[in-house]
């Protein structure tokens, strides 16, 4: 059974930084694409970024390029998001994502969500 975890979810004020991660289990992780999605109160999901197989690719939208940066440990099993110069329009549940394919924005499997509050 696929089981994706995420956590680091908080709350910290305008300018600061967060990591999350999420620890992936019942699927061989180096062999899958992965992605972060986040949903904003009363919003539809949106993709922030993903990251191939390996590690060796990504991508990112545009509304969080040059703040965030997606990476992962295939040895540990556990995918990253580290969060720089966080803005109120952050605030959203962030959702790790097993992809289906680098790039498709089409996943199999999510987690449960972390909560991340930017308020000042």
């Known amino acids: 059974e696929v089981q994706l975890v995420e956590s680091g979810g908080g709350l910290v004020q305008p300018g600061g930084s967060l990591r999350l991660s999420c620890a992936a289990s019942?699927?061989?992780?180096?062999?899958?694409?992965m992605s972060w999605v986040r949903q904003a109160p009363g919003k539809g999901p949106e993709w922030v970024s993903a990251?191939?197989?390996?590690?060796?690719?990504?991508s990112y939208a545009d509304s969080v390029k040059g703040r965030f940066t997606i990476s992962r440990d295939n040895a540990k099993n556990t995918l990253y998001l580290q969060m720089n110069s966080l803005k109120p329009e952050d605030t959203a549940v962030y959702y790790c994502?097993?992809?289906?394919?680098?790039?498709?924005?089409?996943?199999?499997?999510w987690g449960q969500g972390t909560q991340v509050t930017v308020s000042s």
């Open positions: 994502a097993k992809d289906l394919a680098y790039g498709s924005k089409y996943y199999d499997s």
């Open positions: 019942g699927f061989t992780f180096s062999s899958y694409p």
């Open positions: 990251i191939n197989s390996g590690g060796g690719s990504t």
